[in-house]
């Protein structure tokens, strides 16, 4: 599969035959190997930038461990328009109070002890890092 199907999901209308003052010549292995070349400092380039975007962000992410009994806030952004937590104004917090976490249940997932309030949420949260559950020291 070529790149252009990858991007636009259809074949490339590539010009095989050039009309120039009716002089038609076939431009095929030249045209193609240097489309190829294109590609190749293309990979090269994301390739380069990717790895620098990974040392950067690498340098300021830290491993948060969680264990039975510490507090968590609670992030409930993605959630603004199924549930209004405490919304005032225009503004909807990001993070909730603080929870104790009760279980885990796996490696990356805990159950927090809501309040009858919160009864209609599932107990069970991923943990993906510091995003997703902020502890609080």
């Known amino acids: 599969m070529t790149l252009y199907k990858v991007l636009y999901r259809r074949r490339s209308r590539s010009l095989i035959c050039w009309d120039i003052e009716g002089l038609r010549q076939l431009e095929g292995p030249e045209l193609v190997q240097e489309i190829v070349e294109k590609i190749q400092i293309v990979k090269k380039c994301l390739k380069v930038a990717q790895d620098r975007q990974k040392i950067y962000v690498d340098k300021h992410r830290r491993e948060m461990k969680y264990e039975v009994g510490d507090k968590v806030f609670l992030k409930v952004s993605p959630w603004k328009g199924i549930l209004r937590f405490g919304k005032q104004g225009k ?47």
């Open 91 to 137: 503004l909807s917090p990001r993070y909730v109070e603080l929870y104790e976490i009760i279980e885990r249940i796996r490696p990356l997932a805990f159950r927090l002890a809501l309040p009858a309030g919160l009864s209609q949420i599932h107990g069970v949260f991923p943990c993906l890092g510091a995003t997703a559950i902020s502890i609080l020291s």
